[in-house]
């Protein structure tokens, strides 16, 4: 048994701690030097949509009171739409990435075929094209298909931008998976399908909720393809009818800025509920990949 330790090994301990923390001082300086610019601005529109304009014009910093409530009834009675819209498109569109990704995936990842290596090589370096090299012919396509100013031309354009990257994880995380999962499904009588559905995709709910994740991100915030194919205020996105409600209201800076608070809160809630699926997919994925 060691001897507990004395008084001098505590001070040493403690000088050592205060020595390493003196250390990272500079390192936490900085990061909250970020973290007042990162989040200064969001406070300062949050204070803003409570004010009247009068309120505005007159002290830009601090809040006051009385709180103008009226500017959140007056934007959601516009922007409620374009959520609505949002909502719609975006899930359908991490609907149908997660279905196909996902089989995308158990497919190059447990199946041998011809040439598989090479067009999943092939499949992957459309990673590296820039969207805008593909903005034009995308949008021809869409126009000569009738599908401007409808969801599809947004949905479908999403769905094929999306599977690259997404069928990629989904094969990285199908890979990681135990060979001994799949031999005793098989030895019980199981199905490839009934293999895929009930043993992989179970397993796959953190890089599924990943693969969600990263497109709700990506649909929500698009605003250069809506601009390019909806001309429709019906069927303006989020994004998209946020610009249009600039422009209404660049001059009523509370309702402008209780816009911006309603669009920004479906997001925030997903990510407080799906937040521990999210990083689960992430850490597992870049230690499996």
Request: with cysteine.
């Amino acid at each position: 048994m060691g001897r507990p330790p004395g008084d001098k090994d505590l001070n040493l301990l403690t000088r050592k701690r205060l020595r390493l923390g003196n250390r990272d001082l500079p390192f936490q300086l900085v990061l909250f030097a970020f973290g007042i610019v990162t989040f200064f601005p969001l406070v300062l529109v949050v204070i803003t949509s409570f004010k009247s304009n009068t309120q505005f014009y007159h002290n830009f910093w601090l809040p006051e009171l009385p709180l103008h409530l009226g500017n959140y009834r007056s934007a959601f009675r516009i922007i409620w739409r374009f959520i609505l819209n949002s909502v719609i498109y975006s899930g359908s569109t991490i609907c149908l990435i997660a279905a196909i990704a996902s089989v995308a995936g158990y497919v190059f990842a447990r199946f041998r075929f011809p040439f598989k290596t090479v067009l999943f090589l092939g499949f992957i370096t459309l990673i590296m094209v820039p969207g805008v090299l593909t903005l034009a012919p995308r949008f021809v396509l869409v126009r000569d298909l009738g599908m401007v100013n409808t969801p599809f031309a947004l949905i479908s354009v999403w769905v094929s931008g999306g599977l690259v990257l997404s069928t990629w994880l989904m094969r990285s995380y199908f890979e990681s998976l135990p060979q001994e999962l799949f031999d005793a499904a098989y030895v019980d009588g199981a199905a490839e399908w009934q293999v895929f559905l009930y043993v992989s995709v179970p397993l796959a709910r953190p890089m599924i909720a990943t693969v969600a994740m990263t497109t709700l991100i990506g649909t929500w915030n698009d605003l250069i393809w809506p601009l390019v194919t909806i001309t429709d205020k019906s069927q303006m996105p989020l994004a998209l009818g946020l610009m249009q409600f600039s422009s209404d209201f660049e001059t009523d800076w509370g309702t402008l800025f209780a816009g911006y608070v309603i669009s920004s809160i479906p997001l925030l809630c997903v990510f407080a509920v799906a937040m521990r699926q999210f990083i689960s997919g992430l850490t597992s994925g870049s230690i499996k990949a």
